[in-house]
């Protein structure tokens, strides 16, 4: 392995090789292989960078000899080394299985991984420079690299990201499927000026043709009902319901026809429907993803906001007036359906919390896209081939709508595995895996 490894691996490529987070298993394990992972690491790392100009010696001697007598005795070395390349071999072999068999996607641009790249309409990101960061390209994804999803696939232990409604077929659907269209909302009408986009009753009835292709799979509906009731779905949906629809009175009536409060209240009962129909085809472990504090997006600031830094409360309180009412419906099923669980996750506070203490999370910027036109880098989002800003990692906004890859980051790690009991309610997405 060290020899071999000289000619076709670098040290980044041995750490990932050797990777212990691909098991599954307790904390206690993890930390040990963990420990023996770093020193495995190092001393291949310095073979690497000194063997090939000492070519006479053979590859282990010279690894150990580089090694302080302070640090390690030759032949205490000797046998960690041996040691480490046993755990190396289990750990590249036994890849544990993820957290879930599967996970399910249904949402909009936040999370749309390119369902509508083949679709007539303006809400499209499948153009440079959209995935500048992101190791497949630009793919649809309405960011520099990875979505909130994204970073939870990985958490949860798949391989490979879930694959697009557009792009799945035959056995990859046992993954999962992510269902999410750009511009999409919870009425149907929502998001229409911008063309083409499945709605969540659309993305509910794909799954629904998702399921029959399970059964066929998996041979009768009782193997899928229990093959499915171990799946995550994720849902976040309602942002578009407010940005493009209640808060655009050029296109939509409904700001003049509701008040925020019978509004929410009527997205609710749209939203109980498709939650009742994903339930009867199988779904058992949900998490709902509350909207964002979009009065703070670079748009709105661009465009409400008089010194360009402070957030229209007009559109946030309403946006939390409906996090309220999905809590509620969050509390509602969990009650009433004893077999299924659900969990509320707090994507406005945890979102909240980074502008208020940007600093702890390494951003500077937290009130414009890093690609954009206009005040704010908002008033139109980023363009194909535009130039982005070079410090992405700094940017709580990638564009003027959509976080980064670096707030997602932190929206989805804090999805998953709470930092404040506040994060979510009454489950973080972990805790829903292992119920």
């Known amino acids: 392995l060290l020899y071999i490894s000289t000619q076709t691996l670098s040290p980044r490529d041995i750490k990932c090789f050797i990777n212990p987070q691909r098991l599954k298993t307790s904390s206690f394990f993890l930390f040990f292989c963990n420990s023996l992972h770093i020193l495995l690491t190092s001393i291949i790392y310095t073979y690497l960078h000194s063997s090939r100009s000492q070519t006479s010696l053979s590859p282990l ?182 940005l493009n629809n209640y808060f655009m009175p050029l296109y939509y009536s409904t700001g003049n026809q509701y008040s925020p409060d019978s509004f929410a209240n009527d997205l609710i009962n749209r939203y109980t429907e498709q939650l009742r129909i994903l339930y009867n085809n199988g779904a058992r472990k949900f998490a709902l993803i509350g909207i964002g504090a979009i009065g703070c997006s670079p748009n709105e600031l661009a465009q409400n906001s008089r010194d360009g830094t402070t957030c229209d409360e007009r559109i946030n309180s309403a946006n939390r007036i409906f996090n309220s009412k999905l809590v509620s419906l969050v509390d509602h099923f969990n009650q009433n359906t004893p077999d299924a669980k659900f969990t509320y996750i707090n994507a406005y506070g945890i979102f909240q919390d980074m502008v208020a203490n940007p600093s702890r999370y390494g951003f500077r910027v937290t009130n414009a896209g890093c690609c954009g036109v206009g005040r704010n880098n908002g008033q139109i989002t980023c363009l194909p081939g535009q130039a982005p800003c070079l410090n992405r990692d700094e940017f709580v906004f990638w564009d003027a709508f959509h976080p980064g890859e670096a707030a997602n980051i932190v929206i989805g790690s804090r999805s998953f595995r709470r930092e404040s009991p506040s994060d979510a309610h009454p489950y973080d997405i972990q805790q829903l895996a292992l119920l």
């Open 61 to 242: 001697r010279h690894a150990l000899s580089l090694l302080p007598d302070k640090v390690f005795s030759r032949e205490m070395a000797r046998v960690c080394v041996m040691i480490m390349m046993m755990v190396a071999m289990i750990l590249n072999v036994a890849r544990g299985e993820p957290m879930a068999p599967c996970y399910f996607i249904f949402g909009d641009s936040l999370v749309d991984s390119g369902n509508n790249n083949q679709l007539q309409s303006l809400a499209r990101a499948d153009y440079f420079p959209y995935g500048i960061d992101f190791q497949f390209g630009p793919t649809g994804r309405f960011c520099n690299g990875k979505t909130t999803v994204d970073v939870i696939t990985e958490l949860l232990g798949f391989d490979d990201y879930i694959t697009p409604y557009s792009q799945a077929s035959g056995e990859d659907i046992l993954g999962g499927v992510n269902y999410a269209s750009a511009a999409a909302g919870v009425r149907e009408e929502t998001g229409r000026q911008l063309g083409a986009r499945i709605t969540f009753a659309g993305q509910v009835a794909n799954h629904v043709n998702t399921v029959s292709q399970v059964v066929d799979i998996l041979g009768d509906e009782n193997q899928a009902a229990n093959y499915l009731s171990k799946c995550i779905y994720s849902i976040g949906l309602g942002s578009n319901d407010y």
